[in-house]
């Protein structure tokens, strides 16, 4: 009998040990992941098993947000859960993040987690707040990448970016404290300008017929900070630069991303894109015709990219299985931001339209979240942060600015679990693709938009009616109390928030 109480007791214990034991983290942010180009999110454009792998084990943020769409000032916030005028990093012009500063990983190592951070960081400053990290040099390059390492040297690794990122990810698992829980976050430079495939997946895309999206002649009536701009597909867009189709071998040899290569990767890139490039110039195209090419060229080689980028994120999934780590794992993926995929006519990011405004956002918490749900709440990168904190046990700092969404995804989830009505933007950066800079408000219908600097004015749109954003509803009589009470809880997000900048330049 005391054998078989024996034998319960123990089974209780091993039970209340396991149910204890904190989760593991890991945050996997990709560049400019357009949630267009997502299976999980209704894609057409390519399969993403790994990413739809997420999706059914997990919970997939249909309505996730970025602060400020842009890639260094977006890191910035996953860290310290705090908005770009509060953590000092606003824009990628000077880009010089201040790392004494409070983060979330740091918080983690106090409390016995062991860190790291592989891949793309672009905060300018080394990282802190890390028991390990390597980061790729600035950008990063695609192919055969420059690292920096902890001890401040800088080494070349032979290899696709992606494919390294994640063989230097499996390594520090490898020999990791096993005793303690550990938080990895991979930074991926993929699916970053200027979209450089691996090699294994040159002309995965060539048979696929791309419709240009509905609004790519986009004219901008009526929207002037849209009509400025330079990102569009049509005059932007380089043809050699962005896509590839060099006239003269001595211009590919000049360009950073392609003499890096080596000779057997160089022979398979100018294998490829020489077919390309001569099929192309037989076309002679001009007009709408050049332009539909452009996009046609640009989601091949965008969407190829992005393959590369689901495989290893498949790889990393793979490792958890075969070490026995998914169980206690979060699993974490998000874009810095989104992208625009042809719509407006544009590419890149910036604006507070919904394109690159939303990011893909979907976790893995076994046993917590059920698999396969969809969460419709307004949440924010900003909002990482205080999550992974309250997952792990971690009490939260008063200064954070996001919260955590955590009541709102779990099996635990109660139904006085508050969520968001409305959501807060500011982008600063003035300067490359003539974006002018801009702060907003967005709730479940409606966005409005003050725009300032470059362009000064007000856009307002009525989501439901117009979901693509074209017809700016600002000043029409109709909308005038909407436009007042908008502006009202605007101020008040602008308060809440401390962004006196915001603030000084309501009207």
């Known amino acids: 009998m005391k054998t078989g109480y024996l034998l319960v007791a123990a089974f209780f214990i091993s039970f209340l040990s396991i149910a204890q034991k904190k989760p593991n983290i890991l945050i996997i942010v990709s560049?400019?992941?357009?949630?267009?180009?997502?299976?999980?999110?209704?894609?057409?454009?390519?399969?993403?098993?790994?990413?739809?792998?997420?999706?059914?084990?997990?919970?997939?943020?249909?309505?996730?947000?970025?602060?400020?769409?842009?890639?260094?000032?977006?890191?910035?916030?996953?860290?310290?859960?705090?908005?770009?005028?509060?953590?000092?990093?606003?824009?990628?012009?000077?880009?010089?993040?201040?790392?004494?500063?409070?983060?979330?990983?740091?918080?983690?190592?106090?409390?016995?987690?062991?860190?790291?951070?592989?891949?793309?960081?672009?905060?300018?400053?080394?990282?802190?707040?890390?028991?390990?990290?390597?980061?790729?040099?600035?950008?990063?390059?695609?192919?055969?990448?420059?690292?920096?390492?902890?001890?401040?040297?800088?080494?070349?690794?032979?290899?696709?970016?992606?494919?390294?990122?994640?063989?230097?990810?499996?390594?520090?698992?490898?020999?990791?404290?096993?005793?303690?829980?550990?938080?990895?976050?991979?930074?991926?430079?993929?699916?970053?300008?200027?979209?450089?495939?691996?090699?294994?997946?040159?002309?995965?895309?060539?048979?696929?017929?791309?419709?240009?999206?509905?609004?790519?002649?986009?004219?901008?009536?009526?929207?002037?900070?849209?009509?400025?701009?330079?990102?569009?597909?049509?005059?932007?867009?380089?043809?050699?630069?962005?896509?590839?189709?060099?006239?003269?071998?001595?211009?590919?040899?000049?360009?950073?991303?392609?003499?890096?290569?080596?000779?057997?990767?160089?022979?398979?890139?100018?294998?490829?894109?020489?077919?390309?490039?001569?099929?192309?110039?037989?076309?002679?195209?001009?007009g709408e015709e050049l332009a539909r090419w452009k996009y046609e060229r640009y989601m091949r080689d965008y969407l190829a990219t992005a393959k590369g980028l689901d495989r290893n994120i498949g790889k990393m999934l793979d490792y958890l299985d075969k070490h026995n780590l998914a169980q206690n794992t979060i699993v974490i993926y998000l874009s810095d931001q989104g992208f625009y995929l042809g719509e407006h006519g544009w590419f890149d990011k910036r604006f507070m339209y919904e394109e690159s405004f939303r990011t893909p956002m979907l976790m893995r918490y076994p046993g917590k979240v059920r698999p396969g749900s969809v969460n419709n709440d307004l949440v924010l990168n900003l909002d990482i942060a205080p999550t992974v904190l309250e997952a792990a046990g971690i009490a939260r700092p008063a200064d954070l600015q996001g919260q955590s969404f955590l009541s709102l995804i779990t099996s635990e989830k109660q139904s006085s679990a508050k969520s968001r009505n409305a959501i807060f933007y500011h982008y600063y950066e003035n300067g490359e693709h003539a974006v002018s800079p801009h702060f907003g408000i967005r709730t479940n219908r409606y966005k409005l938009i003050r725009f300032y600097n470059r362009v000064n004015g007000w856009e307002l749109y009525d989501l439901d009616q117009d979901p693509h954003e074209m017809n700016n509803l600002y000043g029409k009589k109709e909308y005038s109390k909407v436009t007042f009470r908008l502006k009202q809880d605007l101020r008040k997000l602008i308060r809440q928030y401390n962004d006196s900048e915001a603030e000084a330049l309501m009207d």
């Open 31 to 286: 560049d400019d992941h357009a949630y267009q180009s997502i299976s999980a999110y209704g894609s057409k454009l390519m399969k993403t098993p790994a990413i739809d792998r997420l999706a059914a084990e997990g919970v997939k943020f249909d309505r996730a947000y970025v602060t400020n769409s842009i890639c260094g000032p977006s890191r910035a916030v996953i860290l310290t859960g705090k908005y770009s005028h509060v953590n000092g990093f606003r824009d990628n012009v000077t880009p010089q993040f201040e790392g004494r500063q409070q983060t979330f990983p740091k918080l983690l190592q106090q409390n016995g987690y062991e860190t790291a951070w592989v891949g793309k960081w672009h905060l300018g400053t080394k990282p802190t707040g890390f028991n390990f990290w390597q980061i790729l040099v600035g950008q990063g390059h695609y192919y055969n990448p420059d690292f920096l390492n902890m001890d401040s040297t800088v080494i070349r690794v032979e290899g696709y970016a992606a494919n390294v990122i994640q063989n230097t990810a499996e390594q520090w698992l490898d020999n990791r404290d096993t005793s303690k829980p550990f938080c990895l976050m991979i930074g991926h430079n993929a699916v970053h300008r200027t979209w450089f495939p691996d090699t294994t997946d040159l002309g995965a895309f060539d048979k696929e017929n791309f419709h240009l999206p509905a609004n790519f002649n986009d004219t901008y009536s009526g929207r002037e900070a849209a009509r400025v701009q330079d990102m569009s597909i049509e005059k932007s867009m380089r043809l050699d630069y962005d896509l590839k189709m060099y006239d003269d071998p001595g211009k590919m040899d000049k360009s950073p991303m392609i003499n890096r290569m080596n000779p057997s990767q160089r022979k398979k890139f100018e294998s490829y894109y020489n077919n390309v490039y001569q099929d192309f110039k037989s076309r002679n195209l001009t």
